[in-house]
């Protein structure tokens, strides 16, 4: 790609004088916000007291994303163009604001910060202050759907926002420190799953300032000639803008943007209008490297600051104790000459404000950047007409996600035409039992497909690529934009993106708080594949823990959701669809499983979220049990059912109560979350003092942390993953857990007092059952026949069920 | 990079023709672990008997693996190669068990598994057997230092364990899976840290087989041209190796594998000798583009299966009910030609045999892959010598983790020659104040140095990158291998590599079990930065629950301390260094901060892990006291001693044990953790019945979870970080989670019965106190002068203390 420009469009010398005043104005406020407390034109000299007690923020990076803002405003205005910023280097926290204080949005989300002096003087102090707005890119910040504190997915963040938006662009600064972590380094092939004629473009402007913290960086050392490789290795063509010599580097810039956007535009058209037979396009991608704090001291006490990882920070440290500092910070200040850039009143000179674009142009305004705005909600088939139909409790198997799989087949096809809907998973969309949406779609491909490729399309609503950062980035940025998703992951390696979990909860928590930022639908993951069925790949992928992670954070935001069978799973993933700001997991298993609940029954069980299982104990009406037998999870639900049987046969007086939770925070207090159960209520479910049998899916901890202050706490003994596993038989696995029928039955035996010689009968021959299937697996390599087959007794009577284990 | 080879070490036709033999033995030996229980010679015909009843295991991948590792043998002969080879499709066990079989290393390690027809019965068997050996290369597979479960991480390992190795050359196989996933992505930069001179070689061999598990690749659809670029961006040159026909095959990976290593010495000769001045070198790297499931049926029920994803795991599915399935599994296998690779006894043949190395030249008996082997203790500093000395409990501020990194910097010195021990940090060792590390080393850095860059050297013990999966697949590799480590890290960040801890502590469990690894060095975590002073950066930069990750995991593997000071950071920190197969979790802050103990005392403390700090507290002798104030971590212990301080002198007749928490084991019960306290060691200090305010560092629920067995558990009230923050004050962000001082002195209050009228009356001064810092820091932007200078009162006398809060 050349660095040809329309000459109709090139900017003029003038233009590019005033873009260099619009950047000084943006940098002058960005010292200003990490400096002043008051004087904020600089009308008298600096005084110590008009400086902050504590200097918070990062300069270093700051003046490259002004300077990446001024042009890109540039470029909205000459070619009306639909542009958002994702900001990488999210600690350049005070560049965005200056820039949406600039443009006029800032004023318009926060009346009480005016295009005044005033305005100046509150926009100053409150960064980085008590009570005031964060260091960082942020919720707070108009047009920002990137937090950029945690460093790796502002790429797929714009890839997100991208797709499914034909006519956005979405323009992402990664800076050099971001570019060495692995979810950057795997976003650039993202480019592989964009569509130039579904899609809008992203523009990544890779920002190599050179250094991050006290290092320099690894791009920003290599030699451009192992850049241009790298990028076209990638699928892009490297546009370079280097310097330090602002007015060379403007001219270069605009006309960089002026090249990158034809291209965008010439990729877009020519697709658009199938002129050409499909390949996948060279996008471009502009390398900015500009010095580290640009603009900013060249020395300090002696020493390199700008162009160094010194101007990381605060470069001037002491402007308040130290006289000569406090001279340096004004001259500095002065010298973008806030006299030319502001009024008197502190409004920005008119004809700098010209050169904002207006309206939802302007990118802090960008109605894309609160993705609220542009939702519509879902259009959902009636889930109930999927339901599972059965004769009784066990009297048919299915597969939970195959029949979440017709559900969200015509999720997909009710809501194609507004194409605003898609599934995202790690290569797993069919091994998770998921294909029926292969009836209504397929799985987007950019790259080369062969005549006998199953279901790769250049259209599709299927993302699947081996990395569950990028399904998670692409799946926030969609969302943050206004559109709706499910992400089905393996369970034990949806661990992969804890810290994008925990940064996506940090944003939702604060957004909640801020009415301009409308909701956005609910992150939902169903967690497949799961701990109990992963005797085939053993050890490594069992790992039952990320609902503890999920746990933690505000109970507003999160949901647990453990559907025991298909009707239940219809249920939850229906309700979780309908959400907004939330985070829901829910965790079910693939594999053919006896059914339990008609879907009447599903539907009054889920809206409770817990609730007792008459027909599958054994308990009186109206008297307590002498043991409740609780579970979550399918396989803890099956076999603690089966557990049930066991007791049921051999101890026919056993009074057994059956509770079964869906949804793990009814477990906590109702003070603590808002789907919590009163005292009361638990008691009524759990009683005050009988014991209670707990088999959980996960880590058996979490169910005493969430039920530590009920009232029969002491009374809770409960199994789940104990972190014993490998590669064995699915029944093995319980087995090494002690989570299966057999040890759940004996320890109901042990923990009822009184039951006398007859039960201790009954331990020893469930004891022997162990020993049995032990044997037994170890000489034939698969489960006892009569573990595979064992079936739920049909309530209603009738056939006359397998038993377990004798 | 040509394909040149020199002449005399060009493989001969005939040495081809005997290792595409060698090759074809360990495919048969795969497909026979897949498949059958019995019959292992083809001596009959196969029957459904012979077939396995549960058919588990991954084909697609193993026959390349297979190539590369026949290939790896002979240059290892023809070069006397120091090598290990870094599987990082860990499917492909089978691979990684038939080659180890063929070499003879299996029956050496495991001696049931003879190398004649019943052990080969019995090899087969165990695979994916309950009771026998796991699917995946795994901790059970000789020469693996690898999982390949959880995708991402061979390179990274693969680095690791060259680092310092100066002879050894790390064949690194990644499979185009999971090339695409972030860690392995950002992996490929390593080259920028490896010294030609003083580590060894990496050669990786990305092994394109154009398909997942359902979906071609992304790299195995690029073109050759992209790749070229691509690695060539990256800082390799690479080396294609591509077809399907395997006599055609042979020859270019031989070839390939010549050019590879003759380049590879001649980097480091050049090097080492200094013939030229520096350069990073480029590296080759070996792109083989081979079938999956290659040499396994083409067509199975008219579907494609060579060559396409269908050939991932069990390609022929139903050999025991299928009777054409089961013939075509016999012809498959019979392919091989059994008999013309194993005499009438199931003996490799001889002229077979002679083509695998000897001794520990082979990969699978090669020492570095049992690393523990080659370990050397580390040399460690008398810890006390760094001791920090004051007059009083609070009498001095220093900053823990600098005292820390004297004691670092010694270690480095000490264990300089040794070359066994490093320190990673994503940019952020002088961030966490260790910067006295750099008086005894540098960082390693490959790029370019400018003359006013600082600690950036050819050789050096530092690592840095922003890459937090880098830093810990780079030490789990290091560690694997024999070496020690020292990982510091942002506390929230860490959450970054969950799913790394996660895989690291499941192979150190089931490690721990097989006698023949021996223990390698624990990995050691500096947990920093933390989430109470992170009140510059912000909401995102607050998270502390690693730890709650951390205590899933089994009890013998994992430790988390909170050192609540220098001295006690000191011990522990001596401590970690000497454990083995350990992961320990350190948490401690780098701010000043008053000091509690002297050495002596911190070595009594800390030796406990738990324990009454009497001179803190205000109980009498030989009386239980009205209320315990706990704590567990530098800021909480800070927040306590204050509140201990405002109620001392508000009610004197209050009587409060102060109880600390270094190490957070001692809180489970005996039974559940080693370090456990004894039921009647916990009761003695938090006592039966009085109750308990608890100010813990990280989310409070996990102190519920660790004591929900003890006696006084209903009497246990925990404070910590409920997930309020922002960029504030340091002080404000405890009283945004309500663990200050005035909080915990309020609910101190209000726990204790029967405190009366003056009671009440403080309890509102508190109250004032929080109202009054709100509107102080408020309008400041700073803590209240007597919040940040509060100290301990001298209780040897002496110097009046600054009082708090009034």
Request: net charge negative.
């Amino acid at each position: 790609m050349q660095l040809m420009t329309n000459p109709n469009e090139r900017a003029s010398a003038e233009d590019l004088e005033l873009l260099d005043r619009y950047w000084r104005a943006a940098n002058y406020l960005s010292v200003g916000q990490i400096y002043l407390l008051d004087n904020p034109l600089l009308k008298e000299p600096l005084k110590p007291e008009h400086i902050k007690p504590r200097l918070l923020g990062h300069w270093g990076t700051t003046p490259g994303l002004n300077f990446i803002y001024a042009h890109l405003n540039r470029a909205i205005c000459i070619y009306d163009l639909n542009a958002i910023y994702v900001c990488g280097p999210g600690h350049g926290g005070p560049g965005m604001v200056a820039n949406t204080y600039l443009e006029g949005t800032y004023a318009e989300v926060y009346p009480d910060i005016t295009r005044d002096a005033d305005g100046l003087r509150k926009l100053f102090r409150q960064f980085s202050f008590p009570g005031g707005i964060p260091s960082h890119a942020a919720p707070e910040t108009p047009g920002s759907i990137h937090e950029g504190g945690e460093l790796g997915y502002a790429l797929v963040h714009a890839y997100g926002a991208a797709f499914d938006n034909p006519d956005l662009v979405v323009a992402c600064v990664i800076g050099d420190g971001e570019a060495e972590t692995g979810p950057l380094a795997a976003s650039w092939h993202s480019n592989k799953f964009l569509s130039p004629v579904h899609d809008g473009a992203v523009l990544p402007i890779l920002h190599l300032n050179g250094y991050k913290i006290a290092n320099p960086t690894i791009l920003g050392r290599m030699t451009d000639e192992e850049i241009r490789d790298l990028f076209r290795g990638y699928g892009h063509e490297p546009l370079f803008v280097e310097g330090d010599d602002p007015h060379v580097m403007h001219r270069l810039m605009a006309d960089a943007l002026d090249v990158a956007l034809s291209s965008i535009r010439s990729i877009q058209q020519g697709a658009r209008n199938q002129t050409t037979s499909f390949h996948r396009p060279r996008w471009p991608v502009i390398v900015l490297r500009s010095p580290k704090g640009w603009t900013g001291p060249k020395e300090i006490d002696g020493l390199k600051v700008e162009g160094f990882w010194r101007a990381h920070q605060v470069p001037v440290t002491n402007p308040r104790g130290n006289p000569d500092h406090l001279k340096l910070l004004e001259q500095w200040m002065r010298s973008y000459g806030p006299e030319k850039l502001f009024d008197a009143n502190g409004g920005l000179v008119p004809e700098l404000q010209r050169l904002a674009p207006t309206g939802n142009r302007r990118m802090g305004a960008n109605p894309h950047a609160n993705g609220g705005l542009l939702k519509h909600e879902l259009k959902l088939p009636d889930f109930r007409s999927y339901a599972v139909d059965f004769p009784s409790p066990g009297g048919t198997v299915a597969e939970a996600t195959r029949e979440l799989g017709r559900f969200l087949r015509d999720v997909v096809k009710l809501n194609a035409d507004a194409r605003n809907f898609r599934i995202m998973g790690p290569d797993e969309t069919s091994s998770n039992r998921l294909d029926a949406v292969f009836e209504a779609t397929d799985r987007i491909w950019m790259e080369g497909i062969e005549p006998y490729d199953v279901h790769l399309a250049r259209d599709g609503r299927v993302m699947e690529v081996l990395s569950e950062h990028l399904c998670q980035g692409w799946l926030e940025g969609y969302l943050l934009t206004g559109r709706h998703g499910f992400f089905s992951c393996y369970e034990a390696f949806i661990h992969i993106v804890d810290s994008m979990f925990n940064q996506h909860a940090k944003w939702l928590k604060v957004s909640r708080a801020l009415p301009w930022r409308r909701p956005i639908a609910s992150l939902n993951y169903l967690l497949t594949s799961h701990v109990w069925r992963q005797d085939h790949n053993g050890f490594s992928h069992q790992d039952p823990g990320f609902i503890d992670l999920v746990t933690n954070k505000k109970a507003d935001i999160v949901r647990v959701y453990l559907p025991p069978d298909a009707n239940t799973l219809l249920w939850v993933a229906d309700h979780c669809l309908r959400t907004y700001d939330r985070i829901n997991v829910i965790v079910a298993g693939k594999q053919p499983f006896p059914q339990w609940l008609s879907m009447r029954e599903a539907i009054t069980h889920c809206e409770a979220g817990i609730g007792i299982w008459t027909w599958a104990g054994t308990e009186a009406p109206n008297a307590e049990p002498d043991v409740v037998m609780a579970c979550a999870g399918d396989v803890p639900t099956l076999e603690t059912l089966a557990a049930v049987d066991l007791l049921r046969k051999a101890l026919p007086d056993l009074k057994i109560r059956v509770v079964n939770v869906v949804d793990l925070m009814t477990l906590q207090p109702k003070e603590q979350h808002p789907h919590g159960l009163s005292d009361r209520d638990f008691d009524s479910l759990f009683t005050r003092d009988k014991p209670v049998i707990f088999a959980y899916h996960g880590y058996p901890y979490l169910i005493h942390r969430l039920t530590y202050s009920r009232t029969n706490h002491g009374g809770m003994h409960v199994r789940g993953y104990a972190e014993e596993g490998t590669t064995t038989t699915p029944f093995d696995m319980v087995v090494l857990n002690q989570l299966d029928r057999f040890h759940l039955a004996i320890e109901a035996i042990e923990r009822v007092p009184g039951l006398g010689i007859a039960a201790a009968h009954v331990k020893q021959k469930l004891r022997d059952a162990l020993i049995e299937h032990s044997r037994y697996v170890r000489e034939h390599g698969e489960d006892m026949p009569q573990i595979r087959d064992w079936i739920w007794p049909n309530s209603a009577g009738g056939t006359t069920p397998r038993q377990t284990g004798d």
